[in-house]
């Protein structure tokens, strides 16, 4: 059981914008930056976003992140087949005093 | 470039112990926090472990507290993760990855291909 809260899927069409929720509590989002990872089929994970809202050197503009409280998300606009992988969320939690991911969300372009 | 490559997954039998190596490369070791993260077959993402960015701090999830120890050498540059007393659920893939700034809790930015760990009789 995560301490982190994804949905399990999220879905959309080609060109639509999909968002995914990550929720959390004071001692991990509430005080700590956030980061999004995309892990496609077979691969190692890859750092989508960091710092809540900044994307690595590399990354389209299409990925945005935001944080509100103890909740962040990440939206994807303009959705294309190649997105179509696991999205995690994580952050370090200061009462576990480790780091902690998401359950992961499944991103299905239809 | 930032380079990491995860080297002792195999078979191993429950209770048996297993070392992980990390060879790192492209960055300055003792620089930048370092983390273990495993995926077991079809499921999520779970941190392990983690050292602060001079390593003198290491840090466990729960579940393997005791059991494991993440250790560096910084000559070597190379992370290692010792694995002992064994169990059918640390069966994963395990991945290295390299703290994105001196800030232990700044998370992952570069990550290895992971080695797989079976753990069965």
Redesign the interface.
Known sequence: Q?VLTQPPSASGTPGQRVSISCSGSSSNIGT??V?W?Q?LPGT????LI?SSNQR?SGVPDRFSGSKSGTSASLAISGLQSEDEA?Y?C???DDS?????????TKVTVL | QVQLVEFGGGVVQPGRSLRLSCATSGFSFYTYPM?W?RQSPGK????VA?TSYDGSKK????SVKGRFTVSGDSFKKTLFLQMNSLRAEDTAVY?CARG?NFH???????????TLVTVSS
């Open positions: 995560s700590n930056i980061n990872y892990q190692a994970p890859k750092l960091y690595p696991d995690y994580a952050a370090w576990l005093n480790g780091y902690v991911f998401g359950p992961g | 983390h993260v999520g993402l779970e941190w983690g840090y466990y999830t729960d991945y994105r232990d809790s700044s998370g992952p930015d570069y990550w290895g291909q992971g």
